[in-house]
């Protein structure tokens, strides 16, 4: 465009030059023609503000020079033409950069105000009605929010601005009307922005036990962003029928996905705990990974139990993993393993007692003493080992079968 400008410009000084020598030089006539050179002189003041006066001086210039070569001299006539040519240029000049200045101040003004009420980000061409667009798009939003119109906002889903995209989606979580439902699964797998993906995901948490079973469809998608997205909504609705898919979910082929399926399984809390803990009996390796993770993240006394339990049916491997979740409950797991020191189940007894060695808290070895009296014979022996073993770490010297009774 500003080579265009410049194009134009220049053409038309070089046509009124040619007239300049033509008109006034070669045929005599100084009065009418010199009227062409405003529109050259105009063209430059408003594309180019007070630069275009440097037309109006070349061409008053010129105006001049083939005056006093056709006339032997320079009357008042042609000063006061020239001076006419070059006040226009400047006053046309300075009132078209002022018009600029004030363009650019507005369109800073309407994008600052646009920043502020929400807008995230700012419009690259500094295009005025580019800008005052963005903002009626994003007070539609607002309105259709307030209004709670549901298919307002779904359709502003389809607005080509991200950004609209993403504050739509927004509202229709804080709305949290089950009609969106179907429109914010489609945000969640369809959308090629992660940040509207996860906000859809979001929006869905918040809609509650109707985006259930929706959400519970799209667990194996297959883009692992859409799966672990979907498997955290479901375990911030909490709904009991998201359980088992979560548990399926801990066998997924990528890590992040099997770690957030555990972390929602632990927002579910105990409702889960029977689920995870029969799951437990034949699930792999990986997954009892992520089913000690998730009742470790619940910090409910009846998950550090099932963690027990658990532990006294582990393979070495594993006993390490539980070993460190029931360390990260720090006293609450400590004092209830204490107290099943004393429970009527020996399997958890037993368990208490082997996690209780392996986490080597000295404290321990008198709760582990007084329980050994009542215990029977494979829970004494069992207690008897852990103290052993608790007393080896306090006192490096001991003897192997010592346990510190007299």
């Not at 050179?37 to 010129?62: K, M, N, Q």
């Not at 105990?270 to 990986?286: F, G, K, Q, T, V």
């Amino acid at each position: 465009m500003q080579d265009y400008r410049l194009v134009v410009v220049i053409g038309l000084t070089a046509a009124a030059l040619l007239l300049e020598i033509i008109v006034h030089w070669h045929l005599g006539i100084a009065e009418v023609y010199s009227h062409f050179f405003y529109i050259p002189i105009v063209l430059a003041a408003v594309w180019y503000g007070t630069r275009g006066v440097s037309v109006a001086i070349l061409l008053g210039t010129v105006l001049l020079l083939v005056t006093y070569l056709t006339g032997g001299e320079i009357d008042n006539d042609a000063i006061l033409r020239v001076l006419m040519l070059i006040s226009v240029a400047l006053v046309i000049g300075t009132v078209s950069g002022y018009m600029r200045r004030e363009h650019e101040r507005m369109v800073d003004e309407v994008t600052d105000a646009a920043i502020q009420s929400g807008i995230k980000g700012r419009t690259g061409t500094g295009s005025i009605a580019e800008v005052r667009s963005r903002i009626a798009s994003f007070a539609g939003v607002k309105r259709l929010k307030e209004q709670g119109d549901v298919a307002g906002l779904i359709r502003a889903l389809r607005n080509r601005d991200m950004a609209v995209q993403y504050d739509a989606v927004e509202a229709l979580g804080e709305l949290a009307d089950p009609a969106a439902t179907g429109a914010l699964v489609s945000a969640l797998t369809g959308d090629r922005y992660s940040g509207i993906r996860w906000k859809a995901a979001e929006a869905l948490g918040k809609i509650g036990a109707p985006a259930v079973p929706s959400l519970i469809a799209v667990l194996d998608n297959p883009d692992e962003g859409v799966r672990w997205k979907a498997a955290i909504a479901l375990g911030e609705i909490g709904d009991e029928r998201g359980i088992a898919p979560l548990i399926g979910l801990l066998s997924d082929p990528d890590r992040f996905v099997r770690s957030r399926a555990a972390f929602a399984l632990g927002l579910i809390g105990s409702p889960a705990i029977p689920a995870l803990s029969e799951a437990w009996r034949e699930a792999p390796s990986e997954v009892r990974r992520g089913i000690v993770t998730a009742l470790a993240k619940m910090g409910d006394p009846a998950a550090t139990k099932a963690l027990i339990n658990l532990f006294a049916d582990s393979a070495d491997d594993m006993r390490q993993d539980i070993v460190i979740a029931l360390s990260s409950q720090k006293d609450q797991s400590f004092d209830l393993l204490v107290k099943a020191l004393s429970g009527s189940e020996p399997r958890m007894r037993q368990g208490a007692a082997m996690a209780l060695a392996a986490m080597g808290r000295s404290e321990a070895l008198e709760p582990l003493r007084n329980a050994c009296e009542p215990a029977d014979p494979q829970t004494r022996a069992v207690f008897e080992s852990a103290i052993r073993e608790l007393r080896s770490r306090k006192e490096p010297g001991a003897a192997p079968g010592d346990t510190g009774r007299p």
